[in-house]
């Protein structure tokens, strides 16, 4: 297709309040999505909205919620902080082998409904990473559609830094409040009951990795993981994942100082 026409808007309202608009609806002329998103993250810091499209039902939960703490398991901001190369990716390309069956999927992204979502992973500056997440709630994207998105993404790529590489990050982030509140919530999960490992195992395990693949990070078998998880539970008085779960997010919300069992 011809994309030079909305390519040439994109250009054009760069700088201006209307910049992601009119970058949703031009990826919308290559392949129809239902929901686009876009967020920006300044390390563990808040998540800032940069744009959205969904009706107020659908905001609460892909945004207000995520926002609360959901977010620091999201697959897509881990690659926006972590190693991931800039470009287009599905999220069953980076997330954990265990996504789909861990316990931030069942108890929140599996909530949502979508069939997929896509994302592009920009690099703006040292401090921000922003990622365009085109969703669909009926079917997966195509293989076609995925390289027709990817032939324009040094489009987007230039134009998301241009547009985003001064947007003022002191103001609303918190960083270091919410690095203090990350902390704070692996500390309280068992504090003075886990050991160090089973500390490590927990973050692994809530982030959605595999006995295997936490045990390859870890360099020990995925034997002594299981044994590990089964302490766990033990020593929180606990029978699920999903439990687990429950408390990073009750004390990722909690005050500072607050701990729980």
Known sequence: MDWMEPA?????DIGTPDFPATLAAALREITPCDYTVIFGYVGPARPLDLFDDFPPDRRLMHVEEYQEGPYLLDPFYLASIGDTPPGLWRLREIAPDRFYQGEYYRSYYGQTGLAEEIGFVLD?????GVIVSLMRREKKFSNAELRALKRVFPVVDA?????????????????PDMENRIEHAF?????GILTQREREVVELTLRGHSAEAIGDLLGI????????????????????????FSQFITAILSPIGQTGA
């Open 221 to 244: 078998s995925s034997g002594t993981v299981r044994i590990h998880r089964r302490n766990i539970y033990l020593k929180l008085r606990i029978n699920s994942q999903g439990e687990l």
């Open 8 to 12: 040439g808007r994109i250009v054009e």
């Open 159 to 175: 134009a998301c830094r241009q547009h985003w590489r001064e947007l003022p990050l002191e103001e609303g982030t918190h960083a």
């Open 124 to 128: 703006i500056n040292s401090r921000l």
């Open 187 to 191: 500390r309280s999960i068992g504090e």
